[in-house]
């Protein structure tokens, strides 16, 4: 069903440091997810997706890991920079066409100096 | 490439008065678009599927007649709040599919903030 954040988790990391922001998805059918991120008062910028056939994709320092084993995905950032302070929302397609998406419930990262 | 933009980028209106939010694909074609809603702290909340030339899909619960939509081309397409109120303020986010490709990827625009006095 929907995915609706009464409460957002929140990651603190130091900068230079790695970052792992991780999400359950709920629909063991799902073949493509996506990250997006959003900066405070902003809309929700692509960052990276993944088809259910891979396991590990990576990006400009991101990386994502698909398991779906136990339906887990997460976001590697290496060497966080305070620009990636912001919030970050995985999505699967939702059943029973793929047309939108759901979105998890968004984990908050701050990056402190 | 896939640029989204919204216009205007923040309203506030009195409770009664109607606005409109335009959401364009600057860069590609997109025969689908979607409106979300998101409140403080919370994820997106779908709230229609609008399509080129035909009716928007509503999700259960979301009034048609109060958030009405309308997808005229293949760049734009608008939600009018009507008789807006104080529990309508929130944050409105539009995105959008190239319909030249098969990607399922959604391009978001910067989000609309409406607050109703």
């Known amino acids: 069903g929907e995915s609706v954040g009464l409460h957002l988790p929140t990651l603190s990391v130091q900068e230079g440091d790695n970052s792992i922001i991780n999400c359950a998805y709920s629909?063991?059918?799902?073949?493509?997810f996506i990250w997006y991120k959003q900066e405070s008062g902003k809309g929700p910028q692509f960052i990276i997706d993944i088809r259910s056939n891979m396991d590990k994709r990576q990006g400009q320092r991101v990386t994502v890991l698909l398991n779906k084993t136990v339906k887990h995905l997460s976001l590697q950032i290496a060497a966080t920079q305070p620009g990636d302070s912001a919030v970050y929302f995985c999505?699967?397609?939702?059943?029973?066409?793929?047309?939108?998406?759901?979105f998890g419930p968004g984990t908050r990262l701050s990056v402190l100096p | 490439g896939a640029v989204v933009s919204q216009h205007p980028s923040w309203v506030i209106c009195k409770s009664g008065t109607s606005v409109k939010i335009e959401c364009r694909s600057l860069d590609f074609q997109a025969t689908t678009m979607f409106w979300y809603r998101q409140f403080p702290k919370q994820s997106l909340m779908l709230m229609a599927t609008s399509n080129e030339g035909s009716k928007a899909t509503y999700e259960q619960g979301v009034e048609k007649d109060k958030f009405l939509i309308n997808h005229a081309s293949l760049t734009l397409s608008t939600l009018t709040v009507t008789s807006a109120h104080p529990e309508d303020s929130s944050f409105y986010i539009c995105?959008?599919?190239?319909?030249?490709?098969?990607?399922?990827?959604?391009?978001f625009g910067p989000g609309t903030r409406l607050l109703v006095l």
């Open positions: 995105s959008a599919r190239d319909s030249s490709t098969s990607q399922e990827t959604q391009y």
């Open positions: 629909n063991s059918a799902s073949d493509y």
């Open positions: 999505a699967e397609p939702r059943p029973p066409y793929g047309q939108n998406f759901v």
